[in-house]
Structures are given as C-alpha cells and as structure tokens.
C-alpha cells in the first residue's frame, strides 16, 4: 500500500537518529507518537525489525503505558480526567457516558475519525470536577446530561456546514 510505504518512509527518518539499542525502545516509540499522532501498526512493526525484538515486545510496552495511543486521534479529542477530585464527584460515571454517547471506548476512536476519547490524570481544574477537556476547551461540573449537550453542538454544527 503507497501509504504504508510513505509511513515507513517516515518511520525511518525517525529511525535514522538512534543506533538499535533495546534501551531506545520508549524514546523511540514517543517520538513516533509525537510525528503521528499516535503508534501505527506499521510503525510498530518497523521498531521491532530495527531493535531486532519481537513484534509483541513492542506492542506489550505500547499498550503499557497510558501515554501511547493505538488508534489516530479524532477531530475533536474529548479527554476525561479521572484525577482523584475528578473521580470523587463521578468521572468514571462522566467517562461511560461519553463511551456510551460516542458509541466507542476509552482509547478508541469514532469510525468517521470525528471524535477520539481518553482519560487523563488532573488537569488542573480541580474545583470545575468533574471535568472533560473537549478539544481544547474544558468543560467543567459535566453531567451526563451536558455530555449529550456538547455532542449535540457539534452535530448542529456539522449540519450547519453542510
Ligand atoms: S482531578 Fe480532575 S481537574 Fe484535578
């Protein structure tokens, strides 16, 4: 696939600063993250050939570590916290409802690339709990019911577009 071939094209530039060593494993995998947006399957593929370690070794650290995502973002990235003031006062609660909302999980993104959903620690804003980042913009004291708000707006938005 073209795009593939364009993708290892960059992987390689990426590769060209590091010597193979296992120890770059982590570095390298931010640095793909932060040229893509997040870790290709290809890309993945790419480091384990150039450390010359297993696919699945690659994959498990990847999967590890929150800071790693697996799918592209979405247009909108809508970011849950789920720091301590944020999960008292029910952000798990906020983060089933953008899940069930958005019709994906956590770490996945919606099949028309329009939103992507994550959780985060604090982001500050810790008397607003409980909070969602939604683009950029933070949304605070968020009810299930200003879930089904905030998506609404962009779907009038999207409309009005059209
Ligand atoms: S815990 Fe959510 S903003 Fe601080």
Redesign the pocket.
């Known amino acids: 696939m073209v795009e593939d071939e364009l993708l290892k094209g960059k992987v390689g530039e990426v590769l060209d600063s590091y010597k193979g060593e296992r120890k770059d494993l982590i570095p390298i995998l931010q640095q793909m993250q932060a040229s893509f947006g997040y870790l290709p399957r290809v890309a993945m593929i790419e480091v384990a050939k150039f450390l010359c370690i297993p696919g699945s070794s690659v994959f498990s650290v990847a999967t590890f570590y929150n800071q790693f995502r697996l799918n592209p973002p979405g247009k909108h990235p809508i970011k849950v916290?789920?720091?301590?003031?944020?999960?008292v006062k029910g952000?798990e609660r906020i983060l089933e409802s953008w899940e069930r909302e958005l019709g994906i999980k956590v770490g996945e993104t919606s099949k028309d690339l329009e939103f992507s959903l994550e959780r985060v620690?604090?982001?500050?804003?810790?008397a607003?709990?409980?909070?969602s980042v939604v683009d950029q913009a933070v949304q605070g004291k968020v009810t299930p019911t200003r879930v089904k708000g905030i998506l609404l707006s962009f779907q009038l938005e999207k409309e009005k577009q059209e």
Do not use: N, S, Y
């Open positions: 916290c789920l720091g301590t003031a944020c999960h952000g620690a604090c982001v500050g804003c810790c607003m709990a409980p909070v």
